[in-house]
T-cell receptor
Framework: AQTVTQSQPEMSVQEAETVTLSCTYDTSESDYYLFWYKQPPSRQMILVIR??????QNATENRFSVNFQKAAKSFSLKISDSQLGDAAMYFCAYRSPASGGSNYKLTFGKGTLLTVNP | NAGVMQNPRHLVRRRGQEARLRCSPMKGHSHVYWYRQLPEEGLKFMVY????????ESGMPKERFSAEFPKEGPSILRIQQVVRGDSAAYFC????????????????FGSGTRLTVV
């Protein structure tokens, strides 16, 4: 079974600076999908960024980018120019490939609570 | 498009009562997924439903929990004889397609129902 580990329960960053959130995962599959979700106090789960394992290029969405290291099974999220609105719980998640069974399930880590200091 | 609507947002039940959580998927979405988030944990898959069908309930506790997605109306997650350990946030997500379509279109999550058992 796949597992997702987020080793940083809490992180803090100064406004306008850069922060990196860590995520590692364990899988025997060669193709899969990885995600970062943001959960603000409203509880809404918001997709921040996704990465397909077959793509070597790291995904980027505006101020958010990932460092995907497939061999190391590492998938970190970098937030540049941090803003107060980035404060939230961030979850890393794994999904099996389309050709496999249970490809609709997401496996989540326990989350990292990000605080942004003004 | 109103998104995935969950109600109630907060629900308080005494031990032994029944809890009914409702989820209306996005318009045009016929696949619904329920996840549970225990305190200080990530979301964990419970059940996947299509209209009038339970596709995968492998994450549901065997007793007291049931789910349905009728032809008309919202999906319902029912918890009978609630206990303190059922206190959690329950999230619903929907997608327009299952299987490979989930990979393509992803999920949309609702804002969850926070169940508190007193």
């Amino acid at each position: 079974a796949q597992t997702v580990t987020q080793s940083q329960p809490e992180m803090s960053v100064q406004e306008a600076e850069t922060v990196t959130l860590s995520c590692t995962y364990d899988t025997s599959e060669s193709d899969y999908y990885l995600f970062w979700y943001k959960q603000p106090p409203s509880r809404q789960m918001i997709l921040v960024i996704r990465q397909e394992a077959y793509k070597q290029q790291n995904a980027t969405e505006n101020r958010f980018s990932v460092n995907f290291q497939k061999a190391a099974k590492s998938f970190s999220l970098k937030i540049s120019d941090s803003q107060l609105g980035d404060a939230a719980m961030y979850f890393c998640a794994y999904r099996s490939p389309a050709s496999g069974g249970s490809n609709y399930k997401l496996t989540f880590g326990k989350g990292t609570l990000l605080t942004v200091n003004p | 498009n109103a998104g995935v609507m969950q109600n109630p947002r907060h629900l308080v039940r005494r031990r032994g009562q029944e809890a009914r959580l409702r989820c209306s998927p996005m318009k045009g979405h016929s696949h619904v997924y329920w996840y549970r988030q225990l305190p200080e944990e990530g979301l964990k898959f419970m059940v996947y439903l299509q209209k009038e069908n339970i596709i995968d309930e492998s994450g549901m506790p065997k007793e007291r929990f049931s789910a349905e997605f009728p032809k008309e109306g919202p999906s319902i997650l029912r918890i009978q004889q609630v206990v303190r350990g059922d206190s959690a946030a329950y999230f619903c997500a929907s997608s327009p397609l299952g299987g490979p379509g989930v990979i393509l279109y992803g999920y949309t999550f609702g804002s969850g129902t926070r169940l508190t058992v007193v």
